[in-house]
């Protein structure tokens, strides 16, 4: 199958990830995958850069000319697109949907090729929520309700999310969650943990690992004050495997706390090193979750067989299962998180099983890039078997 790919996305972070794992996972079963898009970071293989140009652009300019300008880059997107589907005559079009971004409908509906629409979050509700709000919503919304309309299928990474796709009056039958996934090979040369553990100067220590770029509301700094606290095993070691906009505040925290001895930062770190620090991991954190996702560290907890805690909500309850592949807890009860830490820290058996139920749940629910390929590539064969029958 020739499949034309496109994205809007420049940031290394885990929208890469994702990125650049369907895109290996769909050639190495042997289709061919043209990829248009933006340049990517200076910085490749840096996970958690942000692309330091966009950003200052939206600092600078008027908030509805920066959305106004979004809608406007469809138009040269567009022109890439189009160039690329006369080279190569593809049989489907993979888009990952990103907010005023129109150029595979436009491509779509002048070759009638079938369009495949990745979602990974309601970008309408994500960024009237955050940074100051949208300057165009009722555009905005026009946009995404477009976008999500004329897919021929939409792929959001969970049934939560698919709710907010039905919500624009997507048939459910053109609506396929497909969850993010992990690639095993990657995972599968980690050391083990007692090596991992003196490999970075943890030996002996009960360690709590975070991976990715930590935000405020991720909760971190709930850990950091629990730690503090009688109920922490005095060997405790936090571990924040990459960096974040809240790193100077939970260093300061740390500090005042008296426990900045035992919260290691690694800063921003090449992919490859991730699975030998997770591999030192006892438990594995998700402290908060955005209601609609499916975290990517999720998936490295998972493969690498760690003890997770994570908060009870429907996203998650779409691959966890409370004692059994994690220990979960209420967040609406104040102290439900650190009860759940401060039970895990003690039992290590409870730890070991958990460890052993994350590991299988991979297989159980085939959450790799390969299997995610394989049935994109599912949905893509019945699109264009349809697009060949008489009418």
Known sequence: MKILYHHRTASKDGQAVHIEEMIAALKAQGHEVRVVAPSAS?????????????????????????????????????????????????DVIYERYNLYLLAGVLLKRRLGIPLLLEVNAPLVFERSQHSGGLALPGLARWAEGLAWRSADTVLPVTQVLAGHVAAYGVPDGRIA???????????????????????????????????????????????????????????????????????????????????????RFTGVIHREQVPAWVAAFDIALQPAV?????????????????????????????????????????????????????????????REKLGAGAYATIEKLDLTWDGNARRVVDLATRLIDKALQPA
């Open 177 to 263: 969650v497909i969850p993010n996934g992990i690639n095993r090979a990657h995972f599968a040369v980690s050391p083990a943990p007692t090596f991992a553990k003196a490999q970075h100067g943890l030996a002996d220590r009960l360690v709590l690992g975070f991976t990715g770029f930590v935000r405020e509301w991720h909760g971190v700094d709930r850990v950091i004050r629990w730690m503090a606290t009688s109920a922490a095993p005095s060997n405790l070691h936090l571990v924040i495997v990459g960096d974040g906009p809240v790193r100077a505040d939970l260093e300061a925290q740390a500090r005042q706390l008296k426990v900045s001895e035992r919260v």
């Open 42 to 90: 200076d910085e490749a293989g840096q996970m958690g850069n942000q692309v330091g140009w966009a950003h200052r652009l939206r600092q600078a300019l008027p908030k509805a000319l920066y959305e106004l300008l979004e809608l406007a880059y469809s138009l040269l997107a567009y022109r890439r697109l189009s160039k690329a589907a006369k080279d190569f005559q593809p």
């Open 290 to 350: 955005v209601p609609y996702a499916s975290p990517l560290k999720l998936m490295e907890y998972l493969v690498m067989g760690k003890a997770i805690i994570a908060p009870r909500t429907p996203n998650l309850l779409e691959v966890l299962n409370d004692n059994e592949n994690a220990l979960m807890f209420d967040a609406d009860t104040p102290t439900g998180f650190e009860d759940a830490l401060s039970r895990l820290c003690t039992d290590g058996a409870l």
